[in-house]
């Protein structure tokens, strides 16, 4: 079986260069490729894990299966933006009447970790030992797994092993990001012998990269379960380099590192059930958005200049509402929550929109200043059974902490980053929110708004996407292409997009956007800046009503969903 995938995703591999499908060139142009399925489907930002990911169910692994091996596999291949050196958050929706779950495997701070740590050089939350929290992602892959799956846990590692010691072709995405790095990839211990074609040159797209010590320490968690990783060998040798960086996470912290669940959120949407994640995830946020956007007739009217100035609106008064997050072991954050998810809410903040103009930041009522920070990488997964995941993980920024090990061969995150540090007030009056400050143990929040819709008790779209504070946006205006607009899903997803947060206060236009459009958004008083056209990405898979899956994975980033 395992000889059956490497050949599946080196030809993957070669399509990748559009000299093999035509389907992948459709991708890399700019337009999104629309799968059908009929018994699963897998939506990754990488063609080769969706495959990965697709195989696992047509072997009777079911949506978690899949999901473990697809992320398993992204990590491998686009390690800029995830992997087992971070975190992130899984939804699961189990099959029946069994209550849906949100993982969160979120890497937390140390345990020497101090609130005005960064205070002095908020660089050092971004480069370096001291910006790596403890990872998450292997404890939440098998969190889940235990619960939910159905395949050996050593079996979901295969693909994702034999590509890290075989080797792959070195794809576009991740060149030009090694690109933007390039004299600290030539020069950093693991990265150097990685990415480098061993005579101080960069590796180039199609090239052949392998990562031997990552295919090692993959083998090791596969025959022994999370323990490899938060004790022993592997935690010593993270540990030491974490340390060797100037940083101060312990053994210890590794030890005492634990997934936790957390009850997802819910509400309707048109008579549909959300179901989205509860903080430290921004769901709430994008709940809020859309019970605003229910009250008006956007399926009725279509995407008029008025309806979109509705939904940038709605976007401003969502950003106000996510600097009052946080981690919920740590911070009552679940009033707030429960106003801002209700119905009478949203009438309130209806109330406050004018059809005719845009108004200046405090008409928004924000307590403290917007976070941007950086989920960078979703996948979501619908099986024949019913079962669907919607998954987010992340190292933060490129590459994280820019910080490889290099006797394990694992990228180590930055997330540190995403806490708020006690400084200076912006050019608004706001400070940073105390909600996210920095604790030892604690989460920082995220724009991550992994979700799932039911229609009739049955999964109707499972979606999510990565892009910092843009992942709510976009996620945002894809619910609405699809179930007000009535768009196709791979028209949904390639839609020219909009964003707003609110600081600063100027609304981001994607320079595809219908230019009329854009004119007339204009008139209502929003200040118009560029977006850039690959700024979000979103993975999605749409069931229509004959039983039939639309899968799609952004075309942004080069993805190809899978399917069968």
């Not at 995407?303 to 979109?308: G, Q």
């Not at 994280?400 to 694992?410: H, N, Q, V, Y």
């Not at 009739?456 to 910092?468: A, D």
């Amino acid at each position: 079986m395992a000889r059956f995938c490497l050949r599946l995703v080196l030809l993957l591999a070669v399509s990748l260069t559009c000299a093999g499908f035509a389907i992948a060139c459709i991708g890399a142009a700019g337009v999104s490729t629309l799968v059908t399925a009929r018994r699963g489907a897998v939506a990754t930002d990488e063609p080769r894990c969706s495959a990965i990911g697709v195989d696992v169910l047509r072997e009777g692994g079911n949506a978690v299966d899949a999901a473990v091996a697809s992320t398993l596999c992204v990590g491998v291949l686009q390690a800029h933006s995830s992997g087992i050196g971070g975190g992130g958050f899984m939804l699961v929706r189990p099959p029946g009447r069994a209550r849906p779950v949100l993982i969160d495997f979120r890497e937390t701070a140390g345990s020497a970790a101090t609130e005005d740590m960064f205070i002095d050089d908020i660089k050092l939350a971004q480069i370096g030992g001291l910006a790596v929290g403890v990872p998450g992602e292997i404890a939440g892959l098998h969190s889940a797994h235990q619960r939910f799956g159905k395949l050996p846990w050593h079996r979901l590692f295969e693909p994702s092993i034999e590509l890290a010691r075989g080797g792959f072709a070195l794809s576009n995405l991740v060149h030009g990001q090694l690109l933007t790095m390039e004299q600290h990839i030539l020069r950093s211990p693991g990265f150097n012998t990685t990415y480098s074609d061993g005579h101080g040159h960069l590796l180039k797209p199609g090239d052949i990269v392998r990562r031997p010590e990552l295919a090692d320490t993959l083998e090791d968690i596969a025959r022994n379960g999370p323990k490899a990783f938060y004790q022993g060998r592997i935690a010593a040798s993270l540990v030491k380099t974490v340390q060797s960086n100037g940083g101060i996470l312990t053994v210890q912290d590794f030890g005492n590192y634990a997934a936790v669940d957390r009850k997802p959120l819910e509400s309707y949407y048109h008579g549909r059930k959300v179901i989205s994640g509860s903080p430290p995830t921004s769901g709430s946020v994008l709940l809020s958005m859309l019970n605003v956007i229910e009250g008006y007739t956007m399926a009725m009217d279509g995407p008029t200049a008025v309806n979109y100035h509705r939904i940038v609106e709605a976007m401003k008064h969502g950003a106000a509402q996510r600097t009052l997050l946080g981690d919920p072991s740590y911070v009552d954050v679940f009033g707030n929550v429960s106003r801002h998810i209700s119905k009478e809410f949203a009438s309130q903040i209806r109330a406050n929109i004018s059809d005719s103009r845009t108004f200046n930041v405090s008409h928004y009522a924000p307590e403290y200043d917007i976070l941007n920070n950086h989920g960078t990488t979703h996948l979501s997964v619908l099986d024949k059974d019913d079962m669907a995941v919607a998954l987010t993980s992340t190292v933060n920024l490129e590459f994280g902490a820019r910080i490889m090990d290099p006797a394990t061969g694992i990228i180590l995150n930055d997330e540190m980053d995403d806490f708020s540090t006690t400084n200076k007030t912006n050019g608004f009056g706001l400070r940073p929110s105390p909600h996210n400050k920095i604790v030892p143990g604690k989460r920082p929040i995220s724009s991550t708004s992994a979700t799932i819709v039911e229609h009739n008790g049955r999964v109707e779209l499972v979606v999510g996407g990565s892009g910092g504070s843009r992942i709510l946006t976009a996620v945002l205006q894809v619910i609405v292409n699809v179930l007000d607009f009535g768009m196709r899903l791979d028209y949904a997803i390639d839609r020219p997009r909009l964003h707003h947060q609110l600081l600063p206060h100027q609304l981001s236009v994607d320079p595809l956007f219908p230019a009329s459009l854009t004119h007339a958004l204009a008139s209502f008083g929003h200040v118009i800046a560029p977006l850039k056209h690959g700024s979000s990405v979103v993975q999605a898979v749409h069931k229509l009503t004959d039983g039939t899956m639309h899968a799609v994975s952004d075309a942004r980033k080069h993805g190809i969903a899978a399917g069968y």
